[in-house]
């Protein structure tokens, strides 16, 4: 059993951060930090398994200030979970990071069933629209509207992340409305645009397992590079970032090194989007998102975009109470007042403040 167990990436004396984590949907980042053993108790890191990590679902809260200026919200991988996709073996969980950086961002992390096989039990047959549509209301519920909202996505995350956003543009219902307006950047970390090997590879197991235990066959598909479903997903994306009215930026990383076993899980040419810029990060599509720390260069490419970003919202920001506040001197406050101005005689003047704007007047006694 312990043979089976390592196929699946997980020892039976090593059990992941999430079989741990409680469920709750609010936590500290202290808290995730604590739940990381030392780092001299950390075993190596073991051959990618790309198959099975379970995990708690919904939204996990790492910081939450009284007044948000922003909101990041992270969203994990295929065979990912919300903590251990962030977490490096040495115990850094770099969400936790961010929040001391940015202190008035409220940091989330989103979790959903992203198994191809499950051990102990089956996979659940979630399609990608399904845990889209669970991403969109769930930050939706988290967030308030006209705060600037960040998407930070691995791999299958970012396939996750375009379906939520699809969604919620086509919405009639006001939160998702908001949601979407709300959207100003998605950062793609590894996020198969065109497809995947890690499809081909999961799905050769799978097959092998399936005799035991159901596997999630819909998520898999969806990677395959001729997939169907990806082509449409990814045409209506990218058609709607190109709409003149809608202002997301995005950014793409890719991973540089290869995975043993497997090769490059989603090579440059799938995780980049021509039109939007990218970067490569010196590590596998596994540790990718697992940062040794501040100094970690991959840790400082994503700050790096992340303070574009945030710098160029609070341009934004100060230019449009700027605009404001000249349009208010312009025109008095936004009111327009018309009548007459009179003399002893009879009205001298009549019409509105703007007609008046360039007169001179002198009021007197008139002796």
Known sequence: MDKIRKVFGR??????????????????????????????????TPEYTPLSTTGPEG?????????PSLYIVFVHGLTGNRDTTWTHPNGT???SLLAQAHPTAKIMTF???????????MAGSNKLRDHG?????????????????????????GLVVEQALL???????????DLFSATAAVLFMGT???????????????????MFHRTNREILGVLEPRS???????????????????????????????????????????????????LPIHANHSDMTKFTGETDPGFASVCGRLKTWIDKLQGEKAGAAELTRKEVLKDGGGRVYSGSVNSSGGPIFMGDQNAARDQTFNFGSGK
């Open 228 to 278: 169907e479903v990806l082509a449409a997903v990814e045409q209506d994306f990218q058609q709607m970032l190109l709409k003149p009215e809608i202002k997301i930026d995005v950014f793409c990383f890719y991973e540089e090194l290869a995975m043993t076993g497997v090769g490059k899980v989603v090579p440059e040419e799938s995780a980049i989007l021509e039109q939007y810029p990218n």
């Open 133 to 157: 549509k669970a991403l969109a209301y769930a930050v939706a519920d988290q967030t308030s509207p006209r705060i600037p909202v960040i998407f930070i996505a691995h791999s299958l995350g």
């Open 59 to 67: 939204i996990s809260t790492i910081s939450n200030p009284s007044n």
């Open 111 to 121: 979790g959903y069933d992203a198994d191809v096989v499950r051990l102990w039990g």
């Open 93 to 95: 969980f770099w969400p």
């Open 167 to 177: 969604l919620s543009w086509r919405a009639n219902e006001a939160s998702l409305q």
């Open 192 to 210: 198969p645009h065109s497809g995947s090997a890690l499809a081909f590879w999961g799905r050769t197991v799978a097959t092998y397992l399936n």
């Open 11 to 44: 020892s039976s004396a090593t059990p992941a951060p999430s079989e741990s984590t409680s469920s709750a949907l609010v936590s500290t980042p202290s808290a995730h930090l604590a739940e990381q053993p030392p780092a001299s108790t950390q075993t190596s």
